[in-house]
Every structure is written in C-alpha cells, then in structure tokens.
C-alpha cells in the first residue's frame, strides 16, 4: 500500500507540474476518512518536534482548516494560484477573484465535486445537493420555485416572534453564555416551521427539559441534526440495526431516525390527501406542501407518462427535505453566533443597528412587522450578515475538472495565462483571500466593520441596492458623520469589488438557494435583538472596556476552528456576555 501510495504522489506529482504554478507535496490526501479523524491531534504532535522536522509542508497544509491558521500566507507567498500535490489528488487552490467568477459561469466544465456532498443522502435521494447534471437541474429549478416569497414571509414571522423569545430568556439571565446553543435552537426552530409547519417556542439553554422517550417531532428532528455528522458517516441503517450492540444514546439515535422518518411520512401524506381534496389554503405554506404541490403537478409541455422526469418522487423529497434542514441549521446558526460577539465589542456598531431599526420599525410591536414593507428597509442588518459572511465564511467549497481536462485563465506571476487543469483535478476557491485581502478591500480589510457595505444613495449617480461601490472605495459615499449616513432611507447596501470577491452563498447556477431565506431570517433575528437590546462583554475585575473589548475579539480568532463541516466559534460558552435593555 505504501509504495502504490508513492507511486500515485509521484504521478501526480508530474500532472501537476504542467500546470506551471508553485506546488507544495502532502503526504496524505485531506479526505482520507481515517485521517480526518485524528489529523489535527497528529499535526500538533509533530509540530512539538525541533526545527525543519515539526516545521514543514506537511504540519502547515495537512490538516482540515489549514488555512484559517494560514491566513492569506499561502497565496501571499505563491501568487493567485497553486497545487497541494497529494497521494489521490491535486487540490488546485484558486485566489484570482476573475478567473474564479468564470469558474463559477462555467458551472458545467467545473461541477461541484458532489464525491463529498453525497453522504448527505441519508434519508433519501438524489437531493439538490449530490445530484449532477439534468437530474441537479431538475431538482434545483423545483426547489427554487418552492423557496419563494411565500416561505420567506412564514421564516421572517417565525424568525422575529422566536428572536424576540431568545432575547427574553437572555434579558431573564443577564449574563449568558448559551449564544451559540440558543442559536441553533431559533434556527432549527425556523426550519421546523419553514419545512414542515410545526412550530415551537423557544426554549433556551438552561430550561431544556430532557427529551421524551416518546419520540416528538422536535426531539426527532433535533436529535437527527445533532448528530448529522454520525448518521451520514454510518447511515441511519447502522443505528436502527436491531441486531448491532448500541450504547443507549445510538439506540436513542436510531430511534430518532426512524421518528423522523415516519413524521416525514406523515407530513408527505397529508400534503398529497390535502392537495387532491384541494384542501389547503395558499397561506398555510410549507416547504414539504411545496414541493408535493410540485411534484405532482405535470409541467407545461410535457407529455402524460413524462412526468418521472420532471419530478420529484417520495423519497427524493424525503432526501430534500433534509438536506435544507440541514444545509439551512448550522451556516446561520454559527454566523448569528459570531456577529453577537462582533457586536458585543462594537458598541457604536449596535447604535448604528438600533437607530436604523427604531427608524424603520418605530414602537411597533413585534406583531406588526410586515415582512414586504419592513425587510428590504432594514439594510444595516444585511451588512451586519454581509461583513459576519465576509470575515467568517462558514462553508468550503470544492469543484472539479470531472473527466476532461479544463483550460482556465489565471494570473500568474502578475500576468493572465491560460492553465490547463488535467481531469479529476480539484478546485478550491480561496475565500479567505478574496474576501479579506487589502488590495480589494481597503487598508481595514481584516476588521469586522458592517459600515463597509453601506453608502449614501445618489452621491455616485443613481445607486441601487447591490449595484453601487465597495465601501474600501466609496468614502465620497458617506456623509460627514463620523463615517456615516445619519438618514437610514438615505442609504443603499454596496456590492462587492467583483463577483469573484464575494463567495459566501457560492456563485454561479449551483450558489445557495437559501440566500434569501437566510437574509430574511437574520434580519429578523437582529430586529428582535437589537431595537431594544444591547449586549456587552461582561468585564473581569479592574477591566476596561477597551481590554475586554481586545479579549472578546482576540478570543473569536483563537477558538475559530472546524468542529464539525463548517467554521464555528468552538467554545462560546467561555466568554459571558451581558445582556440589558437599551
Ligand atoms: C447564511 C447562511 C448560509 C450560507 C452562508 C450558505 C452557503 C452555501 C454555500 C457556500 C453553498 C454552496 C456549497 C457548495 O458548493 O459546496 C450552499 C449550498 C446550498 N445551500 Fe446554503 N447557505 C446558507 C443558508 C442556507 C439555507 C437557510 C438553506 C435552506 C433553506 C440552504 C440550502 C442550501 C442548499 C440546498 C444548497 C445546495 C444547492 C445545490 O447544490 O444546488 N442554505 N449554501
């Protein structure tokens, strides 16, 4: 094994050189399942070892999140484009925001390398998520269809009324330290409405009552993304084997797979008896009605007997619908949690926050709030999530050459030339870099700073939301006012430098179809957090609140890492926070 092993690094070692752009040479592939399991233990190992020996390729790049420790190092001392060369494959690591955007046009010369999306198949499948080709697009055009202004108006409501009760329970304790659980309770609880209609109050950290054996749909559901990671490494079969030795918890797990099925089951049922009997209302939208509402119905222009191909069967809905739970629970989850801490240490920024809020929503209870007239008003709050997904984008990505090998034009050396990646090559594009580097962002690009995205409407001509310029160039775009618009209605939410700099939801044909749903959620999270509230380090004995400020900041850099797929603040419970009314 070990000399085959050789021999393939040597290989594609040779394949690599073609490609005319530095290459650094890994031992082992990231994705070897074995490793992933103890990669970073082995690394911090090594490292301990004296000089060139715990200093090398090898404990720089050879582990999952290298290059949030790495920072913007590697392209800075490599250029815009280089190679891991790897015993399986060539990771081809992309930071040149052009030829990145025409990647991203170029969806069916670079697919996503749906290889390490297909476990997500657990419950059924293909889903948007691992299938490719026409299967994806047939897929993909229902799930857009369904994701619509109906379900953005369910998540905003839902959204608003459950941050509205996370901001009680917090106000209830005074210091807390359960942001990062309480998130993914609202955001799982989101979901649950969103999906399949069932609707939950908010129960915060401390008042959790353990689940009943009797197997609800909460239980089941939050016990199934809890583990997500176990189940679509071992599938649920392995869990509900009644035959295999289980602790009690994965008997628990098992159990809650097979809840979690049968309610699915239920809702699938009910959906399709509601719609022959014509039964159910346009305003009771679910996504599950959705996509059995279009399911059923035979596209224009398609034949009686065409209807397989158009969409979508049982199972594939079961597949789907957990693959939106699941790819909607974690992203805005761990994004919320960041930006409460980005905000705890920025007071000025929640003033900033809370004036365009009262601006927009005045004393008007929570239950007045109008999604269409309020939303698309309330543009602070989208660039507090703008600059939250800039500087913490929680979702890698990886596309690929498939078979056939892809020219691209990348700069190289300062100038564009065409690369030629060989078949099987994976591509990563660099985020980090685009999105933090100063040449595109200005000389504060590594800040957290949500003004950025935020200029003065009219002062370039007639900007439109997501057309103006980047805040690093738009300093004629800002009033006098310390830096910022002192009108709210003034204003317009800035786009990017360029497409190729912005890839926090993807780009492209296959880029997140739960854009919109997470910019409504969020925004109604922040309304129901931030018109009355504020929060703040809670300060250690003779502490200023500049120190505490540096403590909190240095503290989300140094506990950022990868516990599961996504990156995450690892340990939030470890600093508490204040929270008390404005
Ligand atoms: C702020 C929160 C979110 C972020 C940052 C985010 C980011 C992303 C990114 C970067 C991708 C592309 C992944 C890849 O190519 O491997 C993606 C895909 C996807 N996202 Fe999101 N997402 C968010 C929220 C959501 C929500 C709320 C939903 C569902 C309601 C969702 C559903 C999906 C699905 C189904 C895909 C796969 C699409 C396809 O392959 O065609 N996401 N997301």
């Given at each position: 094994?070990?000399?085959?092993?050789?021999?393939?690094?040597?290989?594609?070692?040779?394949?690599?050189?073609?490609?005319?752009?530095?290459?650094?040479?890994?031992?082992?592939?990231?994705?070897?399942?074995?490793?992933?399991?103890?990669?970073?233990?082995?690394?911090?190992?090594?490292?301990?070892?004296?000089?060139?020996?715990?200093?090398?390729?090898?404990?720089?790049?050879?582990?999952?999140?290298?290059?949030?420790?790495?920072?913007?190092?590697?392209?800075?001392?490599?250029?815009?484009?280089?190679?891991?060369?790897?015993?399986?494959?060539?990771?081809?690591?992309?930071?040149?925001?052009?030829?990145?955007?025409?990647?991203?046009?170029?969806?069916?010369?670079?697919?996503?390398?749906?290889?390490?999306?297909?476990?997500?198949?657990?419950f059924?499948?293909?889903?948007?998520?691992?299938?490719?080709?026409?299967?994806?697009?047939?897929?993909?055009?229902?799930?857009?269809?369904?994701?619509?202004?109906?379900?953005?108006?369910?998540?905003?409501?839902?959204?608003?009324?459950?941050?509205?009760?996370?901001?009680?329970?917090?106000?209830?304790?005074?210091?807390?330290?359960?942001?990062?659980?309480?998130?993914?309770?609202?955001?799982?609880?989101?979901l649950s409405?969103?999906c399949f209609g069932q609707?939950f109050?908010?129960?915060?950290?401390?008042?959790?009552?353990?689940?009943?054996?009797s197997a609800s749909f909460r239980f089941s559901l939050l016990t199934v993304m809890?583990?997500?990671?176990?189940?679509?490494?071992?599938?649920?079969?392995?869990?509900?084997?009644?035959?295999?030795?289980?602790?009690?918890?994965?008997?628990?797990?098992?159990k809650a797979c097979d809840e979690f099925r049968s309610h699915m089951s239920y809702f699938y049922n009910r959906e399709?008896?509601?719609?022959?009997?014509?039964?159910?209302?346009?305003?009771?939208?679910t996504?599950m009605?959705?996509?059995?509402?279009?399911?059923?119905?035979?596209?224009?222009?398609?034949?009686?007997?065409?209807?397989?191909?158009?969409?979508?069967?049982?199972?594939?809905i079961y597949?789907?619908m957990f693959?939106?739970a699941?790819?909607?629970?974690?992203?805005?989850?761990?994004?919320?949690?960041?930006?409460?801490?980005?905000?705890?240490?920025?007071?000025?920024?929640?003033?900033?926050?809370?004036?365009?809020?009262?601006?927009?929503?005045?004393?008007?209870?929570?239950?007045?709030?109008?999604?269409?007239?309020?939303?698309?008003?309330?543009?602070?709050?989208?660039?507090?999530?703008?600059?939250?997904?800039?500087?913490?984008?929680?979702?890698?990505?990886?596309?690929?050459?498939?078979?056939?090998?892809?020219?691209?034009?990348?700069?190289?050396?300062?100038?564009?030339?065409?690369?030629?990646?060989?078949?099987?090559?994976?591509?990563?594009?660099?985020?980090?870099?685009?999105?933090?580097?100063?040449?595109?962002?200005?000389?504060?690009?590594?800040?957290?700073?949500?003004?950025?995205?935020?200029?003065?409407?009219?002062?370039?001509?007639?900007?439109?939301?997501?057309?103006?310029?980047?805040?690093?160039?738009?300093?004629?775009?800002?009033?006098?006012?310390?830096?910022?618009?002192?009108?709210?209605?003034?204003?317009?939410?800035?786009?990017?430098?360029?497409?190729?700099?912005?890839?926090?939801?993807?780009?492209?044909?296959?880029?997140?179809?739960?854009?919109?749903?997470?910019?409504?959620?969020?925004?109604?999270?922040?309304?129901?957090?931030?018109?009355?509230?504020?929060?703040?380090?809670?300060?250690?004995?003779?502490?200023?609140?500049?120190?505490?400020?540096?403590?909190?900041?240095?503290?989300?850099?140094?506990?950022?890492?990868?516990?599961?797929?996504?990156?995450?603040?690892?340990?939030?419970?470890?600093?508490?926070?204040?929270?008390?009314?404005?």
């Amino acid at each position: 094994w070990t000399v085959y092993s050789w021999y393939c690094l040597y290989r594609n070692y040779r394949e690599a050189r073609t490609l005319g752009v530095p290459i650094r040479i890994i031992p082992i592939d990231h994705l070897n399942k074995l490793w992933l399991l103890v990669d970073k233990q082995v690394v911090s190992l090594v490292r301990k070892l004296p000089g060139p020996l715990g200093n090398n390729n090898f404990t720089r790049f050879n582990y999952r999140g290298w290059h949030e420790d790495d920072g913007l190092r590697a392209h800075d001392e490599m250029g815009e484009a280089f190679v891991l060369v790897t015993p399986s494959r060539n990771w081809f690591y992309l930071a040149d925001p052009e030829a990145l955007f025409n990647m991203y046009r170029r969806g069916k010369d670079f697919p996503r390398w749906v290889e390490i999306t297909k476990m997500l198949d657990v419950f059924g499948g293909p889903t948007i998520a691992t299938a490719s080709g026409e299967q994806w697009r047939r897929i993909r055009k229902i799930s857009n269809s369904c994701l619509n202004e109906q379900c953005n108006a369910v998540v905003w409501a839902e959204s608003a009324a459950l941050g509205d009760a996370m901001a009680q329970y917090w106000a209830s304790r005074g210091v807390f330290t359960s942001v990062g659980e309480d998130s993914r309770t609202v955001t799982l609880h989101v979901l649950s409405k969103a999906c399949f209609g069932q609707s939950f109050a908010f129960e915060g950290h401390d008042e959790r009552r353990p689940a009943s054996a009797s197997a609800s749909f909460r239980f089941s559901l939050l016990t199934v993304m809890e583990n997500a990671l176990l189940l679509m490494a071992l599938t649920p079969r392995f869990f509900t084997n009644p035959w295999m030795p289980l602790p009690a918890a994965w008997r628990r797990l098992g159990k809650a797979c097979d809840e979690f099925r049968s309610h699915m089951s239920y809702f699938y049922n009910r959906e399709v008896r509601a719609l022959k009997e014509g039964g159910r209302q346009k305003a009771d939208y679910t996504l599950m009605a959705a996509l059995v509402r279009a399911s059923q119905q035979r596209p224009e222009g398609k034949e009686e007997g065409e209807d397989q191909f158009a969409n979508l069967t049982e199972a594939e809905i079961y597949g789907n619908m957990f693959v939106f739970a699941f790819a909607g629970h974690d992203t805005t989850a761990h994004l919320l949690t960041y930006a409460v801490f980005f905000l705890a240490a920025n007071p000025s920024v929640q003033d900033w926050l809370a004036s365009e809020l009262r601006h927009v929503l005045g004393d008007r209870p929570r239950s007045q709030w109008d999604y269409h007239a309020d939303f698309p008003r309330l543009r602070r709050c989208l660039a507090v999530l703008y600059e939250t997904l800039r500087v913490k984008t929680p979702v890698c990505e990886v596309k690929w050459t498939a078979d056939r090998a892809q020219q691209l034009d990348v700069h190289v050396a300062g100038r564009a030339q065409p690369v030629t990646l060989p078949p099987r090559t994976l591509i990563i594009p660099s985020y980090l870099y685009v999105h933090k580097h100063v040449r595109y962002w200005g000389p504060d690009a590594g800040e957290w700073r949500p003004e950025r995205w935020i200029g003065v409407r009219g002062v370039f001509g007639d900007n439109v939301d997501g057309e103006g310029w980047h805040a690093g160039n738009n300093d004629a775009c800002r009033s006098a006012k310390g830096g910022r618009s002192s009108c709210p209605e003034e204003e317009v939410l800035l786009s990017p430098p360029s497409r190729g700099n912005y890839l926090g939801w993807s780009e492209g044909a296959r880029d997140c179809p739960g854009k919109r749903f997470s910019q409504v959620e969020w925004v109604a999270f922040l309304a129901a957090l931030f018109r009355d509230w504020k929060v703040e380090p809670q300060r250690r004995e003779g502490e200023t609140f500049a120190d505490a400020r540096t403590r909190v900041l240095d503290f989300v850099e140094a506990d950022s890492g990868y516990g599961g797929l996504l990156l995450q603040l690892m340990h939030p419970e470890k600093v508490p926070l204040v929270w008390s009314r404005r």
